[in-house]
């Protein structure tokens, strides 16, 4: 009768051991795949940016370069960054870590969750001025890119509470996706009163970070869809040569052929399918719209500290607001110039000099290839600021000047940018 339930258990028994073997035990899983690597790179898959692997291991390589930012990273054109550095055989390749709705705090869970991945290495950040809402990232963005892997990884490495961990845990525990456990909800309330997490929760978080790490190794590629083939095509319309004032004249033919049919030289696809058809209804819709007070400026904060902390050298890049739909829409310039006022200020009062501010290219033909996101013009443009900032991937010496208590309250956040310096 034994051997009879054994042999019926004893089989699943065995598959549960071993499972559980696989997903507890500290050896690594090798994923130091390049070709897989390569795909990561362009594929803003969201178990890449969830996830910490493949990531660190990209990093590791000496070959890649973080590209943080959002939706406009997601638009792969002749002049997309990840196209200009393949065609013109350029040292590094950008690894896209965005994608539509991922912002401030979403990639600063993704920055110290790589391991020494930014340590005295070079970043580019784009920052959006459309994240900068009045309440801050919105929970279906947050939850779409919410990495309890990461957050872990966070929690189990804490060895002092700074006043940067207490916004961070106040933060997230304003979501709900992260209360659901409830652990972790009780480990981020100690942290927001500014103790450490008790050692038995410590002990089990870190049992549980295992397992997610276990998951990220063998899981993150599922689903995963390179723009490689993309960006091989994009690369076959540049000349042989860069040359700037025949890209230029190529930006401008692209540009005009797909946004010729509309005043607002919006490319003809995206303002077919999602203006047109609402086009009245837009006329003076943005007028009361505001981007100068935000909690998104101390969520911003927290990936400045992350980046001082490893000694990244970044280049931030702030793109316009299509002119043209600006006017039609009621948004106002005078607020978006303000708007990069003051984060220019909080990026360059702390010593982070490295700011290409497009904002006065609003009304550049081409700039844009839409509403908001850049396009031939202005990517060409931005090209001109990347390329030579990473023409050595490694860090130069910088100092920061970190000034957290000021720029993680509320304070800041509210701020007029009228009274900034």
Request: proline letters at 5%; aromatic letters at 14%; one cysteine or more.
């Given at each position: 009768m034994k051997k009879k339930l054994f042999g019926i258990f004893g089989p699943i028994v065995l598959a549960a051991v071993l499972l559980l073997l696989l997903f507890f035990s500290p050896i690594k899983i090798n994923t130091n795949n390049q070709t897989l690597i390569q795909k990561a790179a362009s594929s803003m898959s969201g178990n890449v940016l969830r996830g910490n692997d493949i990531k660190a291991e990209a990093m590791e390589s000496g070959k890649y370069v973080p590209f943080f930012g959002s939706s406009?990273?997601?638009?792969?054109?002749?002049?997309?960054?990840?196209?200009?550095?393949?065609?013109?055989?350029?040292?590094?390749?950008?690894?896209?870590?965005g994608a539509p709705g991922t912002q401030s705090l979403t990639q600063f869970m993704m920055m110290q969750s790589m391991g020494n991945g930014l340590k005295n290495k070079k970043a580019v950040f784009i920052i959006s001025p459309q994240w900068f809402v009045k309440e801050g990232i919105k929970r279906d963005?947050?939850?779409?890119?919410?990495s309890p892997e990461q957050t872990f990884n966070w929690v189990v490495n804490l060895k002092k509470v700074t006043p940067s961990d207490q916004y961070l845990a106040t933060r997230l525990l304003h979501y709900g996706i992260v209360r659901k456990d409830?652990?972790?909800?009780?480990?981020?309330?100690?942290?927001?009163?500014?103790?450490?997490?008790?050692?038995?929760?410590?002990?089990?978080?870190?049992?549980?970070?295992?397992?997610?790490?276990?998951e990220d190794q063998l899981f993150s590629t599922i689903g995963m869809v390179s723009r490689q083939k993309q960006i091989d095509h994009a690369t076959k319309e540049l000349p042989a040569q860069y040359d700037l004032d025949e890209l230029n004249d190529l930006a401008a033919q692209l540009g005009e052929k797909q946004t010729g049919g509309n005043e607002f030289a919006i490319q003809n696809n995206f303002y077919k399918r999602r203006i047109a058809p609402r086009l009245d209804q837009l006329?003076?819709?943005?007028?009361?719209?505001d981007y100068r007070?935000?909690?998104e400026f101390s969520d911003f904060q927290l990936?400045?500290?992350?980046?001082?902390?490893?000694?990244?050298?970044?280049l931030f890049i702030i793109p316009p607001v299509n002119g043209r739909w600006a006017t039609y829409t009621g948004i106002s310039q005078t607020m978006l110039d303000q708007f990069a006022k003051k984060i220019k200020y909080q990026l360059k009062s702390q010593g982070f000099n490295h700011v290409a501010d497009f904002t006065n290219q609003a009304d550049t033909n081409y700039f844009m290839a839409d509403t908001i996101h850049?396009?031939?013009?202005?990517?060409?443009?931005?090209d001109q600021k990347i390329a030579p900032f990473l023409q050595k991937k490694t860090a130069q010496p910088v100092t920061y000047q970190l000034n957290d208590r000021y720029f993680l309250s509320r304070e800041w956040q509210k701020m007029d940018p009228s009274q900034v310096e």
């Open positions: 406009e990273l997601s638009r792969i054109s002749p002049f997309h960054p990840s196209v200009l550095a393949q065609k013109y055989d350029r040292d590094y390749t950008p690894f896209l870590m963005y947050f939850d779409a890119y919410y409830d652990r972790l909800e009780r480990m981020l309330q100690a942290i927001q009163a500014g103790n450490l997490p008790q050692k038995n929760d410590l002990r089990f978080s870190q049992l549980k970070l295992n397992m997610l790490n276990r006329r003076d819709s943005q007028k009361g719209w007070y935000s909690p990936a400045l500290n992350q980046l001082a902390k490893e000694h990244t050298e970044c850049m396009g031939w013009k202005g990517w060409l443009k931005a």
